[in-house]
Structure formats: C-alpha cells, structure tokens
C-alpha cells in the first residue's frame, strides 16, 4: 500500500489521495467497480458495501480524492453539477430565505426560480461584491449564502472569508460554486466557507468527457446529509465517470497551470485589441476584483469574458474561429467559446441580463492547453473578419 498521502502537496494528492493500490492484485489504479450490489459474508455481516446506489469503490475513491484537495471533512459525488447543487438546496426548508450571487451559472437561477419556487424558497439575487449589500440581505430566516467567485460570466469576485464573517454572524451557512478556479486556485473551506459545489464536468475532470458535480462537506452533519441524500434522492456519480473524473483530476495542477499561462496571453491580446471592447478577467490589473482575488486564491482561472459590441459582430467572430471551438461548458483541454446571451443565460430574462452587463456583444472564452500562438492567431484572424 501507498503510503497516505494527506498532509503531502497538492500535485501528490492529486495523484494518491484516495488511491492506494487495489487491495486484491495492486493494481495501480483504483478499478471501475461496475456493480450494483455485493454479496454479504454471511447473514446480518456485509463487507461495507451493500448496495452501489449507496456506496461505490470507485466513487468512494473520487470523493475522498476530493476532500483531500479541497480541505474537507467529506465529500459525494452526484451525477452532473446541477444535482450536486438540487442537493445541497435540501438544506433549506419551505420559507426559508437565501442570499446568492447575482450573475450565477444560468442552470442554478433556473433551478432557484423555476424549480424550488414550487418549493416556497425564497432567493435574494445580490451583489456580493458588495459587502453591505450582503449584509442587508440577510434576514432572520436565511439559512444559506450561495457564492460564485469568479461568477459567470462577469467575472465579479466576492470575498469569501469576509462574506463567511458576516453570514456566520447571521446563523447562515456559505457554500460556495468553485467550479471557475477548482481548489488547485481557490480552496474557500479555507477562507471560512461551509460547503465547496463543483461542477466536475469542468476543470475536475478536465477533458470534456464527462458530466458530474461533488459536494464538499466541513461539518459533519452537512456530510452525513448529502451521504444521506445520495442513497434516499440517487443522483449518484457512475463507477465510470468517477474513474474519469479521478483520471482527470490526477492532472489537474499541470493543466491549470498551462490554462492560465494561456489565459493571460489571451487576456493581454483582447485587452490591446482595437476591435474588443472591456475585457473581463480578475488578473488584469484594473479588473475591480484583482486585489481580493490576489489575496484569496492562488492564481486567476482561464475564463475570460469581452465585449464585441453588437450580436451581429459578436455572431461574425464565433462563425469566424477555426481553432477555437464554439460551445457551451468550460475547463475542457480545448479552448471553448461560448455567447452567453444567447446560450448559458438564455434562461434569464433580457433586462436582468442587461442589469448584470451580460450585453448582446458578450463573448466567453475557456482558455485552453493548446498552443498560446494558435489561440491567438484564431482570434486575430477572426476579430479581423468580424470588423468588416
Ligand atoms: C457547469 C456549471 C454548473 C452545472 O454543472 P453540470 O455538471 O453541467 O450540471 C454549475 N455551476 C457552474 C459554475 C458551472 O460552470
């Protein structure tokens, strides 16, 4: 057996944490345990696994992989983002009120206005930037604060450990999406957070090929509960994409570091380019958030947003990319590019999305691992076709 691995770095934890090798033949990786139930030893003596809606090897592998990066007590891995976070959602009762962050990932305010309005939760959608502006939205009945830094796609940071402050002295808990950053950038269990949400199907996993969520737990009630909802709600990760997910995650660091070493050749392009209006990305030196996000995380992500102007010439520039590819979703090896307007946020209403700047011109970007000069020759080639 691997030696354990907690208390190692993070690139080794990537690697080990949570995969010694295999018991019965040493493989080296953790198998994809393609099972849905297992045989007792014997009446009333089961070996710990009874039935895989429950409990899983392969996923069990992932999750503790997981707690490990993210410095948590626990963690369960649901089958894409959007269920991880319908499950975090049971923590709030009918009447119950929650802060979020205005300009969250389009499937979670569907999710908040459109589902568990059915529900009678109650959401503020609030700036939370702006701490004052947190703290007036808290009220006596909010049980959660729901934070997405960076948000989606304008690139807004909170600062979490203040926001953590604030909503502990309320009796709020604070999860926190950290989807954008993964935790080899961004761990808020750190800074004070309760709960970490990823969407998997991310940086996580890395390549585009799988859907999946995981929440991450620092209290051990928050984690027996999700644990509890994996086996009576189901929305259970599959042995295979958890063996994805984990093969994915073992790369991380090296890929988040090339992601952003791209991402600022990007963001430094589109900043100095006559055709391209505001950039957003919170590692160029004006963005509002550079300081809070210098001081919280270790790094800026690889998502960056940028104003064309007009759908017309937005529409002209994606139809033009021949590298860059034309797609929802982020944190894949490819360089992906999306018009938020019309495809993520399609979902909420044009004047709030006129209210949170998502413009028609609006254009996202998820810098890839590809080389830095073809990335930008695909954009100049087609910011060049789009100004005629
Ligand atoms: C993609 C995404 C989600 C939803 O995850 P799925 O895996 O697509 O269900 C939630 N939050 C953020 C920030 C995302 O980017």
Known sequence: MKADPIGKGFGTRAVHAGQPADPLTGAVKVPIYQTATYQYR????????????????????????ITSLEAGLDAHAYASGMAAISSLMTLVRADEHVVASRNVYGGTYRLF???????????????TTDLAAVE???????????????????MEITDIAKVSEIAHQAGALVAVDNTFLSPCLQRPLELGADIVVHSTTKFLN??????????????????????FLQKSVGAILSPFDSFLTLRGIQTLEVRIQRHESNARVVAELLQSHDEVGRVFYPGLEDHPGHEVQKAQASGFGALIAFDLGTYDRAAAFLDGLEVI????????????????????????????????????????????????ADLTADLEQALKGASR
């Not at 014997?42 to 992989?65: D, I, S």
């Not at 206005?113 to 700036?127: H, I, M, T």
């Not at 979703?329 to 019309?342: D, M, N, R």
């Open 325 to 372: 590819t034309l797609a929802e979703s982020l944190g894949g090896v490819e360089t992906l590019i999306s018009h938020p307007a019309s495809m993520t946020h399609a979902a909420i209403p044009v004047e709030q999305l006129e209210a949170l700047g998502i413009s028609a011109g609006l254009v996202r970007v998820s810098v890839g691992i590809e080389d830095a």
């Open 136 to 154: 007036s939205a808290l009220r006596d009945e909010t049980r959660l604060v729901f934070l997405e830094s960076p948000t989606n796609p304008m």
């Open 113 to 127: 206005e459109q589902v568990l309005d059915r529900y009678r939760l109650r959401v503020s959608w609030v700036d």
């Open 206 to 227: 890395g390549h585009s090929d799988s859907i999946g969520g995981v929440l991450v737990s620092a209290r051990a009630e928050d984690a027996e509960w999700f644990a």
């Open 42 to 65: 014997k009446t009333g003596e089961h070996t710990g696994f009874e039935y895989a809606r429950v409990q899983n090897p392969t996923r069990r592998a992932l999750e503790e992989c």
